[in-house]
């Protein structure tokens, strides 16, 4: 089970390197940015021991398919993907707010809504409605990283606003891009027989200020999906609903006594167990981008890797 789990390459005009959970990118002299999808496996902020053969590609090949789809609406920082794990595009400055965007009562708004919350994120919340139900129209609820620690922050428009986070003709811009990737998304995921339930944009301003989509977009890691197919059956009988996310990984964990809290102990994760996540990522692949799955050479990933992204900066560089 080759998986690359850690990369420490040294690229022609390498300026720095960040490592985050899950991707790993290199600065090229201050223009470039070398975005390589590891198979590292994050659930409660923390990256689990094992990697995930092919979850790197399966994200990679998932993010910039769904860049191309949707270029003509949103402008985005990537220029090519040399390799089934790589993306390289243009080295931006982040927005500080990550726009998270919910077609449904789910996930951390249900939570919030069965707590007794109706307002979030400066959005009111309608009486009356139950876990997995559609809003009357999506809501924008961003989310911004806290001072402290790793946990994302809900954050309303007026404060993002207020304390100068975002300036208001940015934040304008910011709003009407993450409507209309949502659109198209919920588009291209109905064609699938697919729900897009909620998802998360980052965006970042290159060089010449132009707003772009940055990092993943419609990933299983970054957003929700539900299978349409008796979407409508399940919630009149009070069932859950069948999902198509890294959910199952997060139940898993919390079944065997994990949730990421102070004192726990990540489980044993086995090699069978593995093989079974790293199945379940190919079959979330070919139900979100309609296409078989084509499993990339992975005998010697690190050198593939480091051969392709050299030869792309020879080129490009």
């Known amino acids: 089970m080759n998986t690359i789990t850690d990369t420490n390459f040294n690229f022609p005009g390498q300026k720095g390197l960040y490592k985050g959970k899950v991707r790993e990118v290199y600065n090229i002299n201050d223009n470039l940015l070398v975005m390589i999808a590891t198979d590292r ?34 402008p985005n920082w990537l220029i090519a993907t040399p390799d089934p794990n790589v993306a390289v595009g243009h080295l931006c400055d982040p927005f500080k707010v990550e ?13 919030e809504y069965k707590a007794g919350k109706r307002m979030l994120c400066g959005v009111a919340l309608p009486e009356g409605m139950k876990e997995n139900d559609k809003f009357p129209a999506p809501i924008i609820t961003p989310a911004t990283k806290a001072e ?10 007026e404060e993002i606003l207020k304390r100068g986070i975002v300036s208001e003709a940015d934040y304008v811009v910011l709003e009407d891009y993450t409507g209309k990737l949502f659109q198209r998304g919920s588009e291209i995921a109905a064609s699938r027989g697919l729900i897009l339930v909620d998802t998360k944009y980052e965006f970042g301003k290159t060089k010449d200020g132009k707003i772009v989509l940055i990092d993943e977009i419609h990933t299983p890691d970054s957003s929700r999906y539900f299978y349409a197919d008796g979407y409508e ?39 069978a167990y593995i093989e079974t996540v790293s199945d379940r990522y190919i079959e979330l692949y070919e139900n979100i981008m309609g296409e078989p799955f084509v499993k990339a050479d992975v005998n010697q990933i690190q050198e593939r890797i480091k051969t392709n992204v050299e030869h792309f900066l020879a080129e490009h560089v």
Do not use: C
């Not at 998270?100 to 939570?111: D, E, L, N, S």
């Open 41 to 74: 496996l994050s659930a409660f902020d923390v990256v689990m021991p094992k990697g995930i053969p092919y979850k790197g590609q399966i994200l990679n090949q998932i993010a910039t398919k769904f860049m191309a789809q949707t270029q003509d609406l949103v």
């Open 99 to 111: 726009m998270v965007i919910r077609g449904y009562m789910a996930g951390h708004a249900a939570r």
């Open 148 to 157: 402290m620690g790793d946990h994302d922050e809900d954050i309303s428009r």
């Open 233 to 271: 059956d399940r919630q009149d009988n009070g069932e859950h609903q069948k999902q198509l996310s890294k959910e199952f990984v997060r139940q898993w964990l919390i079944s065997n006594g994990f949730q990421g809290l102070e004192g726990q102990s990540v489980p044993e994760m086995s090699d």
